[in-house]
């Protein structure tokens, strides 16, 4: 066999054991996809307690700058006034019950009591409305449309008559015991109803967090749902991410996510919060039109402390 020959058939054995690794890192190259990676800004996540109690700031119990616990009292509103109308309203539920097992205890009620009652019953509250309004339709009334919202009021003013004669009778111990028992429903749910309000009359810190900033003042009136406070949460931040449809799709609410820091290797512990949409502009040739944006909030729980601004990675499924 000559030299030729020899070196023919190496070249022909050694081609497979040259081209098969190639062929086969090509293979995995194509059949392994690198996962998609996302980039977002880290920023502090902040709560903002509202007062869900209208009244009068009684006492400031936090300052700027401070740590405070999640449930500690950041604000307590004057309870007086309810603490009081709590009061007589027990009392007035005491009356009505021994009016329904007595029959004519009804009359025994004290007279700041009646007056109470007259007030808060369903009765009273629907013919005092009407009779507000229509007085209100007769004072906006002009030429003709002023018969008729004369005629309104006088109804108004009789019904408004006979509610109040009725409930006369009712305190008079003259009336069915159906009619305390009406009272008695909706007294306890006015005492419900206060009881509730002050269970409100304290603004809590939801969670660990640093007072950023304070809007409250001992001796200021608070309207429900104002904003008290700003509070930043301790070793808590998020990063807003925009992703596409299909990977949505893989997406969920409490899944958790690799995430590092950019210049870090330090992974950090994230999920996925919440997922919503936003509006994007979009410039067409005759206006200017929206179009919406798929974008997944990610929660990250760090010990150590994050720098606002700083862009977060994380690798999505």
Do not use: W
Not at 129 to 137: F, K, S, T
């Amino acid at each position: 066999m000559t030299r030729r020959r020899q070196l023919a058939i190496l070249g022909v054995a050694l081609v497979p054991a040259i081209v098969a690794p190639g062929v086969f890192f090509i293979g995995m190259r194509a059949g392994v996809q690198a996962r998609p990676v996302k980039q977002g800004s880290v920023y502090p996540v902040l709560s903002i307690p509202r007062a869900r109690f209208g009244g009068i700031v009684c006492a400031v119990l936090a300052k700027t700058g401070e740590r405070v616990e999640a449930g500690q009292v950041l604000v307590r509103f004057e309870t007086k006034e309810l603490e009081t109308r709590l009061m007589q309203l027990r009392k007035a539920a005491q009356a009505a019950d021994a009016a329904v097992k007595g029959g004519n205890a009804m009359a025994q009620i004290p007279h700041q009591m009646r007056q109470y009652l007259y007030e808060v019953h369903p009765n009273t509250v629907q013919a005092e409305r009407e009779y507000i309004d229509a007085l209100a339709a007769l004072e906006q009334a002009q030429g003709a449309d002023r018969a008729a919202a004369d005629l309104r009021l006088r109804h108004a003013s009789e019904q408004r008559t006979l509610v109040r004669r009725r409930l006369g009778e009712t305190f008079a111990g003259s009336a069915n015991g159906e009619d305390s028992r009406v009272y008695l429903a909706e007294i306890a749910r006015n005492i419900a109803e206060v009881e509730k309000l002050l269970q409100d009359a304290e603004v809590r810190a939801p969670s660990n967090a640093v007072v950023d900033l304070l809007d409250a003042r001992a001796g200021e009136k608070v309207q429900p749902g104002q904003p008290v406070a700003v509070l930043v949460s301790v070793g808590e931040y998020a990063v807003d991410l925009a992703v596409t449809e299909s990977e949505l799709r893989r997406l969920h609410t409490g899944m958790a996510l690799k995430g590092r820091l950019q210049g870090s290797r330090r992974q950090i512990e994230s999920r996925i919060e919440s997922i919503s949409t936003r509006k994007l502009p979009v410039i067409a040739r005759d206006n200017l039109r929206t179009a919406e944006e798929p974008v997944v909030r990610v929660r990250i729980v760090s010990a150590a402390p994050l720098l606002a601004g700083a862009i977060a990675a994380f690798e999505l499924p």
